[in-house]
């Protein structure tokens, strides 16, 4: 993917979890990882969030992709 494939609530997969956005960046985007607390999806409303929000940089980014 690319930076600009990304926006705030898009749901994507890396490095075998499902993420999502919370946030873009002129050259990251932020991201809450969806797979860690799959039983509670209170654990994702936010801002502010009650689970680590994550960056992903330009490297990073090239390896997500879209669900399907």
Known sequence: MKRSDFH???EFECGEKLWRCTDVGSRV???VCLSDHPEDPS???GP???V???VFDEDSIQAC???A
């Open 52 to 54: 680590a929000e994550f």
């Open 8 to 10: 705030i609530g898009i």
């Open 29 to 31: 985007i932020v991201a």
């Open 65 to 67: 992709s879209i669900i």
């Open 43 to 45: 654990w994702y409303n």
């Open 48 to 50: 502010p969030y009650a």
